[in-house]
């Protein structure tokens, strides 16, 4: 087999974080190559440099295509060879039909007008190689998920493909989408046609891969020849995440108490689909002192488990009970939250969590004014002291707490957000990814303030999807899954080979849930001895 | 606090200092400026006593809808309404008053309220049913135009009271009436004023430096003062020199002082501009949003109606055309005083600052004869003038 696409020693900063570091990968005609890794593991940005989304000139290294060194400078010049993706999050635009989506960036034209008859005719011949039947003037919203991911795949058929590159195809597909999904990509294989698959279901890519590439911390760990050996999901998910952890977490001798925050039977449905239950009738409960780890993919509903609960802020049709100090608390809006003792610090601090415009003190007073004004009128002073107290106390680089929040660095930033909710004075702390998108030393100053919280007698929840962190910081970690938790472990047996394999195996889907729970019991008692 | 007041750049060189702010002060320097011109090129009728008073009485209202739609803006909304909400309060007000001869005072709280009950209605939709602003009060702005017609049955009505009539073309009563051509009282109630906002500028100045805040450099802060007291005492000498202090001025000013309190140092009016500057983030906060949007609009409502009646005052009579085009005035003096269409910024001194300079503009263009034609035209350019200037200014 000749080589189609040959990725060699490449290399990606952003902002001095390295997000890829000497990557070689090479792809041959006629062959699915399976690149796995965890979140952050560098993925999508390979597959962005590869398709030109990041210039030739903003990497290091080289891209030979077809024999030939490459500069892409956009996606057109990469399309323009036939390398096409199908992102994860699906791009079609959906009061459109069909066809319209399929033609959307160049469609037959005769005199300068659309070809309305070439559209349908070619539409159909494309729907019928994905399998697809449905008319091609059906508009795209009134397909399932499953069959829009086909559509996608028509799109990219549409387009003179050679390297299709699918971003986790199967994320959102139920099991029989994703099975007749992976067969087309084999009969896709079987006429010469290569594909780059990025997957978390390890069962998947050992069903349908040549290939696999282990990419790790933006590195390549490994390639495995699926023919030459048998694949063994256990070697990935050591690749996967081994690492060194020592010296990246500060030391912390926990004194836990007795249960502050209980949640029982919450359930939680999709706020758009009507009949999707999200999160589905989970307990969950966090002890005085204690700090809980969230662990789970994207999309397994840890954000919206934490942001349902506090103030109903995602979702429809909340219903369970939530106990604090043995006590049912009302937590239905967010200021009753924040008065129960709650704070939630967000994900996404630019889009949810500051006012970029305004600056530090207004930022740190926000959620809790009431305490820096009488009468409704606030003291400037009280509140200029209170922000330059947390400044201090947190470390805020900033010029004064005058500065506008938008200037500051991601880890400074962050230290703003936790400060406005420990002016809350909170009893439980929920942390959603806390240290995304921050540097090292920043996480590490994160890191001990999250442990002076928790030896403060705060219960601590901390979602994460690094799980070092979550296995540095936290006493216990729960793993999510599709709504629910799948797994806890204790901070003594937790391992990140425990952890990922919960998660992948449940990727599997298995439809007897008896017969995934023995199995899950068989590997967390193989671990263990 | 020794340590941290050593960080704090409290030395800077005054030229770095005049630089950074002269974003807050460019606005009133360019009132300033385009004052100077009009004076200048209309050989001095612009600041005449008369001519003055005239200017203040002439875009009084459009000052008073300024305070609300600026809350209204800096919300993230526009109200497209307020003309047409004005000229149907107007219109109300001189059925109630001339037709049924209610006396002046329920007539203005019956007015008042309605006006609430008019922004109410408009915000239900805006911030409780997320209706884009732009359509409620489009709707808005067609559905009080054809009230007012319907109310007035497409006639003019009036005259008022003449006690109604002092809401605009009033002026305060002379305490000391034998003292000349010069009016006292009001010489002495803007020398008051004068002294009262040098007093409250060193009070804040003085308690922010004792707690380690940094202040303006002295000379900076004391040009600045004497500035403003001088800028003060002209003016009410010159509106003296006429008939004494409007009215409507002495209203004005009230308001102008409480919704610059209201914006700048209550609760309230820092969540109204953490809903504008990052809405989501504001509810994770705890902040009510929709009620806050939704009071916005009441407010502006009820602002709108004092505008109306203050219309219908210094006209004397409603007609159906009354508020016609107002909306366009009271956005644009917003936008001129350098609030975001984007949302969470704004000043009530820029909007006041705007109001002005679109009225000092009409009237130095009406007094030099340039016809309603071109002033439209210069008025447009100047709008989008300023709104650049800023967005450059942003950028830098």
């Known amino acids: 087999m000749s080589t189609l696409l040959e990725m060699r020693g490449i290399s990606k900063a952003f902002a001095g974080v390295k997000a890829l570091e000497d990557i070689n990968f090479t792809v041959r005609q ?186 790790r911390d933006g590195r390549t760990v490994d390639t495995m020849d699926c023919q030459a050996s048998t694949i063994e999901e256990d070697r990935i998910i050591r690749k996967m995440v081994d690492r060194d952890l020592e010296h990246r977490f500060p030391k912390r001798e926990p004194t836990i108490g007795e249960p502050v925050f209980k949640v029982e039977n919450w359930s939680v449905y999709h706020p758009l689909h009507a009949g999707r239950q999200v999160i589905k009738n989970v307990d969950f409960q966090v002890r005085r002192g204690e700090i809980v780890g969230i662990a789970g993919l994207m999309g397994a509903g840890r954000t919206e488990f934490a942001m349902s609960l506090f103030g109903r802020s995602w979702g429809r049709r909340i219903t369970g009970r939530a106990l604090l100090h043995g006590r049912e608390v009302d937590l239905s809006t967010v200021s009753r939250a924040i008065d129960a003792g709650l704070a939630y610090v967000t994900e996404d601090r630019k889009q949810l969590g500051l006012l970029l415009a305004d600056d530090v003190r207004k930022n740190i007073t926000l959620a809790n004014l009431g305490s820096v004004s009488s009468g409704h009128v606030i003291d400037d002073i009280k509140e200029m002291r209170v922000a330059s107290d947390y400044r201090n106390r947190m470390r805020i680089r900033c010029s004064d707490v005058y500065q506008a929040s938008g200037n500051l660095s991601g880890g400074n930033q962050q230290k703003v957000v936790l400060s406005k909710w420990l002016f809350t004075d909170p009893e439980i702390l929920i942390l959603d990814e806390p240290t995304r998108g921050i540097d090292i030393g920043a996480k590490y100053e994160i890191y001990c303030i999250i442990n002076e919280l928790a030896d403060a007698g705060k219960a601590v929840i901390m979602i994460s999807s690094e799980m070092p962190e979550l296995l540095g910081i936290c006493d216990r970690i729960c793993v999510m899954n599709e709504g629910a938790f799948v797994g806890e472990f204790d901070r003594s047996e937790a391992t990140q080979e425990k952890i990922m394999r919960v998660i992948v195996r449940k990727g599997e889907r298995l439809v007897d849930r008896d017969l995934q729970r023995s199995s899950a019991e068989e590997l967390s008692g193989g671990a263990l001895r | 606090m020794s340590d941290k007041t050593a960080t704090l750049p409290g030395t800077r060189e005054h030229a770095g200092f005049v630089k950074t702010n002269l974003r807050e002060y460019g606005m009133l ?32 209202y459009i000052v008073i809808m300024a305070l609300g739609m600026l809350l209204v803006i800096v919300t993230g909304h526009i109200d497209l309404s307020v003309g047409s909400v004005a000229g149907f309060i107007g219109a ?204 916005t609009f009441v407010n502006m409502g009820v602002l709108a109606a004092l505008a109306g009646l203050v219309f219908a005052a210094r006209l004397n009579t409603a007609t159906p055309k009354a508020g016609l085009g107002f909306e366009l005035d009271v956005i644009a003096a917003c936008f001129i005083g350098g609030a975001s269409a984007y949302g969470g910024v704004g000043r009530v001194a820029g909007a006041v600052i705007g109001a002005l300079i679109m009225g000092v503009m009409n009237n130095g263009m009406s007094i030099l004869g340039i016809g309603i034609d071109y002033q439209q035209v210069i008025k447009g350019l100047v709008l989008l003038g300023a709104v650049c200037l800023d967005v450059y200014n942003q950028r830098r």
């Open chain 1, 30 to 215: 006629g062959e699915i190559h399976a690149v796995v890794g965890e979140n952050g593991a560098g993925k999508s940005t390979l597959v962005k440099v590869l398709s030109g989304v990041y210039p030739h000139g903003s990497y290091d290294g080289s891209i030979v295509y077809d024999g030939r060194e490459r500069h892409f400078r956009d996606i057109n010049d990469s399309e323009a060879l036939g390398i096409i993706i199908i992102h994860q999050e699906l791009a079609l635009i959906p009061l459109l039909s069909i066809a319209e989506n399929i033609f959307i960036a160049n469609p037959p034209s005769r005199f300068g007008m659309i070809d309305r008859d070439a559209v349908y005719k070619r539409s159909q011949q494309l729907l019928a190689k994905v399998g697809l039947n449905e008319a091609p003037d059906t508009l795209v919203t009134n397909i399932g998920v499953g069959k829009q991911q086909l559509v996608e795949i028509a799109k990219a058929l549409s387009k003179e493909v050679r390297l299709l590159i699918l971003d986790e195809p199967t994320a959102s597909l139920n099991e029989s989408d994703s099975a007749a999904l992976l067969d087309l990509l084999v009969e896709f294989r079987s006429q010469g046609m290569s594909a780059i698959l990025i997957s978390h279901k390890l069962n998947e890519v050992a069903r349908v891969a040549d290939r696999i590439t282990v990419l």
């Open chain 2, 29 to 60: 320097l360019s009132l300033f400026a385009i004052m100077l011109f009009f004076e200048l090129v209309t050989d001095g009728t612009l600041l005449r006593p008369l001519n003055l008073t005239n200017l203040v009485l002439q875009n009084s």
């Open chain 2, 92 to 295: 109300i007000a001189a059925v109630l008053m001339v037709r049924y001869g209610v006396h002046f005072i329920p007539a203005t709280i019956a007015c008042l309220a309605l006006g609430a009950l008019i922004g109410a209605a408009q915000g239900y939709w805006v911030a409780y049913f997320k209706i884009p602003s732009f359509i409620v009060t489009l709707a808005g702005m067609l559905v009080f135009k054809g009230l007012a017609l319907a109310v007035l049955q497409g006639q003019s009505v009036g005259p008022f009271s003449p006690t109604f009539q002092k809401l605009s073309s009033g002026f305060i009563p002379e305490l000391f009436p034998g003292a000349g051509t010069l009016y006292p009282t009001s010489l002495l109630i803007g020398a008051a004023l004068a002294l009262g906002l040098v007093y409250i500028s060193v009070k804040t100045r003085a308690r922010r430096a004792s707690h380690g805040v940094e202040v303006e450099p002295t000379s900076f802060f004391a040009l600045k003062n004497a500035i403003l007291v001088g800028v003060v005492i002209y003016f009410t000498y010159l509106i003296a020199s006429h008939r004494g202090l409007p009215n409507v001025l002495v209203i004005m000013v009230a308001l102008i002082a409480l919704y610059g309190f209201v914006t700048t140092r209550t609760t309230i009016g820092r969540q109204i501009y953490a809903v504008g500057g990052n809405e989501k983030a504001a509810k994770l906060s705890g902040i009510k949003t929709e009620r806050l949007t939704f009071l």
